[in-house]
């Protein structure tokens, strides 16, 4: 069972492109999580999601952030005109069903995005 | 959420137990307390979970309070590749949510 998967690895930028990032949840998970560490800091929420649906982007910078996780396909996590302020890794979780209770989240590797 | 509190840091000798503090003094009843680490450069990485009772998995043990304010991580022996951030955290048992990380214990392991 493959785990969290996420690419690109590492994504460099000029300010003012967009950036996309993508995630494969685990297989049978329909909960996907954003997290930002920025250098030297802890990992903070971004947005929920569940298939087609946020649930709770209160982490969500309210301007050129944006998150999706469409029926089929990766979720994506999308910035635009980025700045150098948003160099961070970005990192994506997963879990399973809503009714387990003390659910675990299994995270994937990062992007680790870099805005020149 | 309920916040956690632990040491900025802590040091263990390899093949020595090592015992990672968390205190918790608003817990609510239906939080659990889940342990994740982060190796460098890696993502998180779910360590651990309980609710009241002591737990035990391959990877570590957890202990917990009688009044549930506090928690401990116990790594039963170091080794060098145990070297990371844990983070306690607290997560309401009735939904998947999202999961809010303090600032970690770093461990060093020295051989």
């Known amino acids: 069972n493959a785990g969290v998967m996420q690419n690109p690895r590492h994504l460099v930028r000029r300010r003012g492109q967009e950036a996309r990032l993508r995630c494969s949840p685990m297989?049978?998970?329909?909960?996907v999580y954003w997290y930002r560490q920025l250098p030297e800091e802890g990992l903070k929420f971004m947005v929920y999601l569940q298939k087609e649906n946020i649930i709770d982007e209160s982490g969500m910078p309210k301007e050129r952030f944006s998150a999706e996780f469409p029926k089929e396909g990766p979720s994506i996590l999308r910035i635009q005109q980025v700045v150098r302020g948003d160099s961070a890794a970005y990192f994506c979780a997963s879990s399973p069903d809503l009714d387990r209770v003390g659910n675990e989240q299994f995270f994937g590797p990062g992007t680790r995005l870099t805005v020149l | 959420d309920a916040k956690t509190t632990q040491p900025n840091s802590m040091e263990s000798n390899e093949e020595e137990p090592v015992h990672l503090p968390c205190n918790h003094s608003t817990i609510s009843g239906t939080d659990y307390i889940h342990w994740y680490r982060q190796l460098p450069s890696q993502g998180p990485e779910y360590v651990i979970h309980?609710?009241?009772s002591n737990v035990n998995n391959r990877m570590a043990s957890l202990a917990i309070a009688e009044d549930r304010k506090s928690s401990t991580l116990i790594l039963h022996r170091a080794t060098l590749r145990d070297a990371a951030v844990y983070y306690c955290i607290l997560k309401p048992g009735t939904n998947a949510g999202k999961s809010t990380f303090g600032d970690g214990t770093t461990l060093t392991v020295k051989p």
């Open positions: 309980g609710l009241t």
């Open positions: 297989k049978g998970h329909s909960h």
